[in-house]
Structures are given as C-alpha cells and as structure tokens.
C-alpha cells in the first residue's frame, strides 16, 4: 500500500487562480516512469512542457500532443550537460524528479543538477541511502521493522534489499544465516547483484502487502484517514529537522497493514511515484479537495505556477 | 460482490432542477464510514453540511473545506441528546445513516432519533436482526443460504456470524458440531464474542467471494444486468410488505456469484454502504445516468434537494 | 491483460468538430456485452441511437433515456431479416460489432449483413477461426506460444481451446495425449463440447495471466508503452496485407507478461471488447489524448460523426 501525500506545509496549494505572469516557468522531467501524467498535468495548467528523452524513445512521445519540446538524449547523464542545462535555463524549467531519476544516476550527480528541482533534492539521497532512509524513518516516529545490520543475527524472518530504486529486484527472503548465504551467492552467480554489494536486512513483516495493491486503486477505511495524516505531518517535521529545507514536494510512505489495521512503514519515495499513473484523472481522494480531474502532476504544476506567480518558486524547488 | 442501487420507487431522482428555496434543508451525518463522501456531495448540491463528530476526529475533518459545521460529541450516543436535535432541528437537516450508526447504537435508540431519518430507519432493525433479515432477503425471492438454527445439525459447511454490522469480525467457519463449539469458545476466550452471545449459523456458499472485491470496481456482464434489477425491485416489493413505508433510500444487496454466474445473497444493507466511497467522482454506472460525476453520496443530497424543493421530504424520510 | 487500441491509420480521430450535418448517421449494436457503453457514448456525441434487443430485455434496455429506438427480435440472427434491414437503412445505421455477434452467428451470416459494420467485418473471420487467428498473429510478429498440430505431439503443458469466442468456457490444460484425451472425453459426456469439435492445442505460458486482470483497471509501466504501441502498428500492417482494407477500427491484443516484462500474446479480438465497459467514464489513457471524459464506445462514436462528415464513411466501414 502506498499513500500519495502532498506537502501542505507550503500554504500555497489552495490558492485558486494564477494571477500574475510576468515570468513564464516550463515543467520539465525525463522521458520515463510518470513523464506523461507530469506534462499533461502541466499543459492542463497551461505550462509550457519540456521532456529529456533518449533518442529511442523519441516516437512514443511525439505522439502526445501536449508535450512542447523534446530534448533528445543518447543517455539521461546528459540532463547534466552544458547543452541540456542551457535549453532548460532558457524555458525557466523545473525539473520534476521521480524514479527514473533517481535509479539512473548518483546523489552526487543529482545534487550537481543546476536546473530547479522541485521539491528537495537533498532528500533523495536519504531515499537512496538505506541508513539514511531508515534514520528519516525512525525520527519521523514511523513503524519502522527491526533492521539487521549482521547476517549472523538472523533469528527470524528477514527480507533482504538492495540500495536505490530497483523496484524489488533481487530482494529475497531469508530464515537463517545459511539461509541468507546461499541466497545471496546465487543472485552474485546470476549477475543480478554484485558481490561486493552490500544488502540491508530488515524484518519481515506480513500483511496486506504493497506490492499486490500498488498500481490497484484502494479507499481506506475513514477511521483509518487520521492515522495517515497524522504519519504524513510527522513524516513532513522529521524532514525539516533532518534535510532543510524539508519536504516541501510530493512524497509517498509505502507499508503494509496488519490484521489489527496497525501500519508498518518499510519505504518512502521523497518524489512523485509512478503508482499515482493509475490516478490519471484524479482519485477518489483528490476529488474530495478539488471540483475538476486533478492528477498529481497536475498538482505539482498547479503549485508551480501559482508560487511562480507569487515569486516564491524558491520555496518549493531546490 | 456488494450492488449498489438507490430505489427509484418515489419517482423523484430524474428530475433536474431545484426550483424552489422556500425551506433550506441541510445536510448531517456521523463522522465516519462514508462521511466525506456524503458531506461533499451535499456541498456539490449546493446544500449546508454538518457533521456530528467525535472530538478525537475534529483535526481531521476540519481539514475538508465543504464541511460547514461540525457538533462535536464525547460519543455518537449523544445524537439523541437535546442538544444536538435541538441544533440539527434549527437547520432542518436531514440525517443520513451508515454503517457506524447501525453499529454503535441499538435499534431502539436509532428509532427514538427526532432528527427526519434519509430512507427508512425501521428497516435498520430489520439488517441487525438475522431472524428479520432471513425473513425480508426470502420475502424478496432472493436466493440466500439455508440457516441452520441448531448447531447439533451441522452436517456440511457453515459460516457463523454474529449480529449486527461487525464487519466480518468473529465470524468463522466450521464443519461439525464439534468444531463449531471449539471455534466458538475460542472465540469467547479471546473476548471477540460474548459466551451468551447467539450467532447465526448459514450454509457456506463458494463462488467470487464479497469480500474480496468489496472495495475494487468491478463491471458486470451486461447479460447479468437484468437480474440485478429484478432483484432490486423485488427488494423493493417485500420491504414495502414487512417495514412500511418500504425501501425509500439506496440499499446494498451482497452476495457470491457461483460458476454458472448463479447469485447467492448473504446480507443487504438498507442504507448507503461504505464500498461506495471509491466512487466518490461517480461508477461506470452512475455515468450511463448523469452527465456529470455522481456519487452515492451527491445522488442522496440530489434526491432531498428536489424532495424539499416539491414538498415530498416525507416520502424520503423517516 | 488486454490492450485497447483504436487504429488511428484513418487519420480521422483527432478532428475536434463535426461541421457537416447533411446526411444523418444512427448507431445501431445488438442488445448485449458492451451495447449500453456503446449507445451512450453516440449519444454523448449527439448521434441517433439503435438498440436491436431480444424480447426478454426490453425492460432492462428501456430504463435508459440515451437508447432512442429498441427494435424487438425473438434472436439475433434476424438482424438480416428484411424488416430488420431496412429499418437500420432508413436510419443511415452503422452497426457495431461485438462479441455477442460473433458468438451467436457464423462468419458467413456476419459477412451477409448489409447494414455497414463498423470497421472490417471480414477480419472477424480471422478472430473466429484458430488457424487464420494464429496466421495473422505471426504476420504481425507477434509472440506466440506454439500451436501443437496433433495431440499425440504434446510433450510440455498445453491449453486446449474451441473455436469462436466461447469466453474460455471448456478451455482446458493437459500435459500429455492420455491426459488431452480423458479431460476431453469428461467434457463431450458432460455436453461442453460436441464429439467431433476441432481443439486449438496452444503451448501453455505462465505469467500475468489475461483473465486475472480483464475486468479491473491496470496502468503499464511508462517504459512498456512503446513496445505496445509497436505491437499495435505491426497488427494493423499485417491486416493491410491480409485481410483488406485491414484493422480500420478499434482491437484488442491479449496475452501475458512474464517475469521478464515479455509479452506473449494468446488472443486479438478485432472489435471493441467488453473489458472496456469499466472504462465507461474513460481510461487513464484516454485522459491523455480527450480533455473530457472519453469511453471507447463514444470514441467509436466521434469517428463516425467525423468521417460522415467528411464524406469518407467506407473509410471505417465494411
């Protein structure tokens, strides 16, 4: 199960018109994950829209009349380079992170990245960064499974995960040190993991699991909703705390529910997640807040255009 | 699998226009269960929302802009206290039921409620009484499970429920007097059930189960369409017979369809259920209707609005 | 998991108005499968509606206002009745084809119709009949498990499958020619099928299975649409070259994605399906092409209005 919770800590979401224009913005994001429902939510918003996609890629989005611009790249890498940061300058761009992003390329390289991005882009190394993410996790009260930082204390069930965003790939599970070993040999034999690679072990937890509902739509039950606000707030004060200037952007906490409807938090994403494709049109959620199809690329264009309006795109980009 | 269908018996939901003011009505409910749902479709009507709700839950309904007043209470009991009807009856509201009023109060103390009633609230009895319920699912020539009133005659698989709206919760299965026994004191041990408690004893039908879909779309072949709505209306036709003045309000149907697409009936509920807030912005169905988003929720503020505007409010109300 | 494509060779479906009204269309489809989608998104689009029903579900098709005209039938086969014919002709009809009509009428009786059909009625030969069914799919390149010729050949798992869209109905798997034939031979006693039935022995491939998924809403991977798009390009070129004029409206391609996120394709369907009755209210996808809410009947639909008007009606007719 995975929540999509947009920061309201910036006080800018709710204003209802954009009213000045003297600086015309353009949205931005690289040709994968949710580029889609990023830029048409931007064109609805009236933005100009710039998408960085690998040449191979190119036929596919030229058939979306709604994106203005394509920068052709051989790879992502280049999003760094001298020609790509000058073309994005130029549109006054922001840059919107998500998977993709973060999958393909360093911290370091992200945080070298010159044009706006929205959001905080220091955080997406504590997403990255397994200690990182569980110390965020733990100051921001979650319930967070036990971690096992020695194979040989593995007394119970334990799932194994890599760094980064690999989207479960080579995770397993493992009962014993034994266990654990032989497991992990065979995916170093297999190539899907590294041999120097080192695996964060963290207890396994049963319940409704994330993974069978993520891309499926699901309405909590509304007892439930204060719980989730509640874990969002302080997920958004243990940020300010830890990574100024806090998360001031899209995040997503990803758990699971046990029989008691107990949640247990085992991930956040600091950006938009591409669970929310299925949400093209709006949730059941969002049309609670607004009265026209609001997808949360939309949002995301929404607050950009009316920070921009109010000069206060500092606020919400780093 | 839940229906959802909203009787049209009173043959005001097609018309399109409030044309007359003379009375403001308003809207209430318990916070809870489907509240948002019901406040913002009221509010999309164009209607006043107030909501009863626990003091513990303030913060988190004080974030959705569409309530315009909240009366807060230690406990939902309190609906019946002078106060509260005294506040609800200044607004003229009309008080929509749901599932956490059904489970938190006796029948008695929902019939005793001033406040006018959206459907038919001596029909409320009638879902929390097996014994009623059983009488009015056969008087509608629906195809429901044989009970079994004697656990000693236990010869095949059978569910054991518990009354009321307990969501599924102590309910279990058992093949054998001797299992049911075993099952029902570890039950009680447990202190899910009360050792005096009597519980309703059907015979287990297999098929797409209810509670795995109840809260995912789900499409119906347009060929089982036809029996839906004759269930509906023969629903209808019985709860006119037994609990006058009949089936005035939306009413859930939930059962199993079995292999030879045969529909076996379990429960109904006689008032809106909680399955219908992922259709917060309208079903599959509700858009073959109405030309814009309709929740259960809006249809229900739409029916009082027109109700009101002709002068029928007692028809719809109880 | 199926895919929705609608051609877009005909170069008529982003055209945003119907400027020319000099010869009235209707829509006419048989009452069933996807019939009420159909009819209420021609409606939607301002076009006559035509329901040919069977007796039996007069009722349930006259309780929506969009259907204009129900023509009664005792079957479906008298859709080439004279008195058929020429009411669906003085109306200017384009029928639309969908699996009821192929499920009940051979492909020589759908050829014989004279009403226009909606896209190419000769295709829907090559949808009924296993061997030109698995031709066009290799021509298309797409991925296909092996079909096995002779029971007597089967030495790994295999689905054996009838003709015709019998919606999976005595589907079975085997594993070797003694299991093939005492699974069979249990179906003809049980009047399944018929004694001298042709089985299609398809090769058995596990993954996300179709079926699983067909009724419930599903986003791909953004990195997987492209490879969709190129199967859907490679189908519409292969049913140029052998079914003339080819696939001028919308299909539908199914099969599995294995762990690999290979697709395996086991079925097309060269019409609308009914799995896209749960996008009444229009798809994530369509979002990304419609600013307002798009079905694919009313999609049909607008590509009639457009092509009338435009002259160019045998474009997407046969």
Redesign the interface.
């Known amino acids: 199960m995975k929540f999509l919770i947009i920061s309201q800590k910036s006080g800018l979401i709710h204003k209802a018109y954009w009213y000045n224009q003297n600086r015309l913005v353009s949205v931005a994001t690289l040709g994968?994950?949710?580029?889609?429902q990023v830029l048409?939510g931007a064109k609805?918003e009236g933005l100009k829209t710039i998408l960085v996609s690998e040449k191979?890629?190119e036929?596919?989005y030229k058939?979306?009349k709604?994106i203005d611009e394509i920068i052709l790249v051989d790879s992502f890498s280049e999003i760094t380079s001298d020609e790509c940061q000058t073309k994005l300058s130029e549109n006054n761009s922001v840059l919107i992170p998500h998977g993709t992003l973060i999958a393909q390329m360093t911290s370091e390289k992200i945080e070298s990245i010159k044009t706006p991005i929205f959001g905080n882009k220091w955080i997406l190394r504590w997403e990255s960064d397994r200690e990182l993410k569980e110390k965020l996790m733990l100051e921001a009260k979650l319930d967070v499974p036990k971690a096992i930082s020695d194979p040989k204390d593995i007394d119970r069930l334990v799932i194994a995960k890599r760094q980064g965003a690999a989207g479960g790939k080579g995770y397993f599970m493992a009962s014993s040190e034994d266990d654990y070993n032989k497991k992990r040999e065979k995916l170093i034999s297999q190539g899907v993991i590294k041999s120097d690679e080192k695996l964060y072990l963290q207890t396994y937890h049963s319940g409704v699991l994330a993974d069978v509902h993520t891309?499926?739509?699901?309405?909590l039950?509304?007892?439930l909703?204060?719980k989730v606000?509640k874990m969002g707030e302080n997920f958004v004060d243990a940020s300010r705390d830890l990574v100024p200037p806090g998360m001031n952007g899209p995040f997503c906490i990803e758990g699971v529910y046990d029989e008691e409807a107990s949640f247990y938090t085992f991930e956040f994403s600091a950006r938009i997640v591409?669970g929310t494709?299925?949400?093209?049109?709006?949730s059941?959620?969002s049309?609670?807040?607004y009265?026209e199809?609001m997808s949360m690329g939309r949002r995301i264009a929404r607050e950009i255009k009316e920070a921009n309006s109010t000069n206060q795109l500092e606020k919400i980009t780093t």
Chains 1, 2, 3 share one sequence.
Request: hydrophobic share 35%.
């Open positions: 994968s994950h949710c580029a889609l048409k609805d191979k890629r036929k596919l058939r979306f709604f891309n499926s739509p699901l309405v039950r509304e007892s909703l204060d606000y591409a494709n299925i949400y093209m049109n709006g059941p959620y049309s609670l807040i009265d199809p």
